[in-house]
């Protein structure tokens, strides 16, 4: 009987053991899903990467990890920071982000065990909190490069739309000191009261996208030939606009900024050789095509514009000292209104061909273009 009593025993040994073995690990998996839950609530979040171990810490100390470490450098500044009790010399999960060259930083998590399923949910954790900061400093990056990328951007447009008020000073300057007599002072203040409101409202334009928060502009219903014209004063020249077109009070609908920039620098372009030969001038036709407003400016051509396929690729200048950014910078603001430019060599001109999304009132004729 006693070999039988023993054997029984023995099984019942063996069932409580594997009873509590099971339970045991049951709530290992509970804890390790409940402690992976929370991480992944923090990938909802908007925390900056170097918030994100204190806030991942409850959930990695409730998963099996007794200790975490990191230090290195953000952005060029050291840092470093721990959590939880003295490590216990087991071995440390160990890893680094590296993000360009000013982020480096390298983390240890020392899990409660070095070996067993303790140690096993403890590295799945710890691995799951790499994801989790790689993901977030992944973002990091990619909304600081997006910032840059639109901080580069204002800063090509303000290079320009700097250049062109400080062309204009300078032409005033030039006019005002060959001035000989009283009259010729005149007509050069005369000129000045006219232009200065225009100059004061480009001014006033770069001093707002130069400031940290600004009013995004919105599009509005603009008189196109006197923006024409307006920008043509502002460029030290005159233009022609076709007789027709007046008449049929054009208006378009878009961003002025956008507009006044995309003039400025087809005019400032070719305003030296018009201020040189002032037998040249610029001739505009306006027509309507269904909902769109089509301005044809004919331009006298600039002996130095050999490549006219050129014409709008960046930092290819037609004329000497020229950034090569005006036409770029006007084809690019155009399409950002919602508009269009094109250009063709047509003899000795160029013919830009304007697209507008246009509104208009009066009489509704297409004009005959006199190019």
């Not at 998590?109 to 303790?118: I, K, M, P, Q, V």
């Not at 372009?269 to 089509?294: C, F, G, Q, W, Y």
Request: neutral net charge; proline residues 5%.
């Amino acid at each position: 009987m006693t070999p039988y009593i023993s054997l029984s025993l023995i099984f019942v040994a063996a069932g409580v053991v594997l009873l509590a073995t099971v339970a045991y690990l049951a709530r290992l998996v509970r804890r390790h899903r409940r402690s992976l839950a929370r991480l992944l609530e923090l990938a909802k979040t908007s925390l900056d990467p170097l918030q994100l171990p204190a806030a991942a810490w409850p959930a990695l100390a409730d998963g099996g990890i007794i200790r975490l470490d990191f230090s290195g450098f953000w952005f060029g500044q050291p840092v470093q920071a721990s959590f939880g009790a003295a490590q216990n010399g087991s071995t440390p999960f160990a890893f680094k982000v590296v993000a360009i060259d000013d982020v480096n930083l390298e983390f240890r998590l020392y899990a409660r065990s070095n070996h067993g399923e303790t140690r096993l949910f403890a590295e799945n954790l710890a691995g799951v909190f790499r994801l989790l900061l790689e993901t977030t400093v992944h973002s990091k990056m990619e909304a600081l490069s997006a910032a840059l990328t639109e901080q580069a951007r204002l800063a090509l447009y303000l290079q320009h739309d700097l250049r062109n008020l400080a062309q204009w000073v300078e032409w005033l300057a030039a006019d005002l000191a060959s001035a000989q007599d009283d009259d010729a002072l005149l007509a050069v203040a005369q000129r000045l009261r006219t232009g200065a409101p225009h100059a004061a409202a480009r001014a006033r334009r770069i001093l707002d996208a130069t400031c940290k928060t600004r009013t995004p502009p919105v599009p509005q219903a603009v008189a196109l030939a006197d923006a024409l014209r307006e920008s043509a004063e502002h460029a030290g020249i005159a233009v022609n606009i076709d007789p027709d077109s007046h008449k049929q009070d054009t208006f378009v609908f878009l961003r002025r900024d956008l507009l006044d920039r995309t003039l400025d620098n087809l005019f400032t372009n070719v305003a030296p050789l018009l201020r040189m030969h002032t037998d040249l001038s610029i001739r505009i036709a306006i027509e309507h095509d269904a909902d769109k407003v089509v301005a044809r400016i004919r331009i006298p051509r600039l002996p130095e514009v050999a490549h006219p396929e050129k014409l709008f690729e960046p930092f290819s200048s037609g004329r000497p000292g020229g950034l090569g950014l005006g036409l770029y910078q006007a084809h690019k603001s155009l399409l950002e209104a919602g508009g269009d430019l094109s250009a063709e060599i047509c003899e000795q001109h160029i013919c830009f061909t304007l697209s507008l999304p246009g509104t208009q009132t009066g009489a509704v004729n297409t004009s005959k273009s006199i190019l």
